[in-house]
Every structure is written in structure tokens, then in C-alpha cells.
């Protein structure tokens, strides 16, 4: 999986409803931890190694990671402070994905039915956030 996908995935798993401690322990562990910085645009790399180094600070007790015992350590408004980075690291790495097919005039071509899937997916997003509110 691309580095993109593993972002992507470790936002998706930052955005569950657990506690915020537990879903930036399983967002590293099962998604960024194993990212290869290389692949990422080399203006972002230093800001993931930056978050990689700081969720690997600490020694773990015997049974646990790195990460584990560091975001065991955090509080919760700084692990809510490194969930949050991830979330900009991944816009940039999205946002800098698509200025390069901008630049490199990258047609994508997407075929009808997908359109009409997706048409019918955001037509029906708005009720739903509606009837969660109710």
C-alpha cells in the first residue's frame, strides 16, 4: 500500500469513536508505522519523521511498543495534538498527490456507473448525518 493509503487509513482510524489514546496507538501501529518516508513528497518527510521520533520516545515495560508506552505517557490533549498532525500530513500528502497529476496532466478517467454510485452516495450522505443528529 502506498504511503498515501497508509495515511488515509490511519485517519480513518483516528476518526472511530474509542478513546483518543487508543486510536493514535492503532493508527501507528497498524498504518505508519511501517510507512516509507521516501515515498512521501520530500518537503513533508521531515514533518513524519518528526511525529514518527515523538511516538517512539519512549522505552516500553516488557509486553508493549514504543508507541504504546509513549502515547501511554501523553496526555490527552497531546495525543489529540499528534492525531490532528497526522490529519494535516495527510491533506498535504493528498494536496501535493493531486498538484503532481495537475502538473503532469494525469487524466483520470472514471467510468459512468462509478459516477452514478457516487452521485447516489452523496446525495444520501446529507440524511444520514441528519438522522444521527435525531
Known amino acids: 500500500m502506498s504511503a498515501w493509503g497508509k495515511l ?3 485517519v480513518l482510524e483516528l476518526a ?8 493514535l496507538t492503532f493508527a501507528f501501529s497498524k498504518h505508519l508505522s511501517n510507512v516509507d518516508a521516501t515515498q512521501l513528497p520530500a ?9 514518527v521520533q515523538a511516538l517512539e520516545a519512549v522505552a516500553p515495560m ?15 490533549e497531546d495525543a489529540d495534538l499528534y492525531a490532528a498532525r497526522i490529519v494535516v500530513l495527510f491533506g498535504e500528502v493528498a494536496r501535493a498527490s493531486t498538484l503532481r ?7 483520470i478517467e472514471v467510468p459512468a456507473a462509478r459516477l452514478d454510485r457516487l452521485s447516489e452516495e452523496a446525495r444520501s450522505v446529507v440524511p444520514l448525518l ?3 443528529e435525531a
Open 8 to 10: 488515509h487509513a490511519a
Open 130 to 132: 441528519y438522522a444521527a
Open 101 to 107: 497529476a495537475v502538473e503532469t496532466d494525469a487524466v
Open 16 to 23: 472511530k469513536s474509542s478513546p483518543i489514546k487508543q486510536r
Open 43 to 51: 518537503t513533508l518527510r521531515p514533518e513524519f519523521l518528526e511525529i
Open 62 to 76: 516488557p509486553g508493549e511498543s514504543r508507541v504504546q508506552a509513549t502515547v501511554r505517557k501523553m496526555s490527552a
